[in-house]
């Protein structure tokens, strides 16, 4: 079993940067691969990136791509999605989740992760 715990959300303006930060405890972190996802108000849960065991595995959602950039500590059991430029339509609440089923990559769908946190929560104004 592995816990994972969101943390770095806030309100900020449009164009500022945030990195959020997920933690992990209970088995090897290494072996796993981490997902970020986002639910907005009144929309679906949606993938926003996520990093393999192998941390040149990683693959974004279209619309973050060049903005968001998504890294792995392995001594610190931590992934972090730096976000920067960011927009309004990037408000959401933002979920870290993990899996060990790949070798070296990762899933988009969220049925594919075993492990969620709570979510954290990001709001950006214009």
């Known amino acids: 079993q592995v816990h994972v715990v969101e943390s770095g959300g806030g309100s900020v303006q449009a164009g500022d940067s945030l990195r959020l930060s997920c933690a992990a405890s209970?088995?090897?972190?290494?072996?796993?691969?981490m997902g970020w996802f986002r639910r907005a108000p009144g929309k679906e849960r949606e993938f926003v990136g996520c990093i393999g065991r192998v941390a040149s595995r990683r693959y974004y959602t279209e619309s973050v791509k060049g903005r968001f950039t998504i890294s792995r500590d392995n001594a610190k059991n931590t992934v972090y999605l730096q976000m920067d430029s960011l927009k309004p339509e990037d408000t959401a609440v933002y979920y870290c989740a993990a899996a060990d089923k790949w070798a070296m990559g990762c899933a988009t769908r969220p049925t594919e992760y075993d492990y969620w946190g709570q979510g954290t929560q990001v709001t950006v104004s214009s």
């Open positions: 209970g088995r090897t972190f290494n072996n796993y691969a």
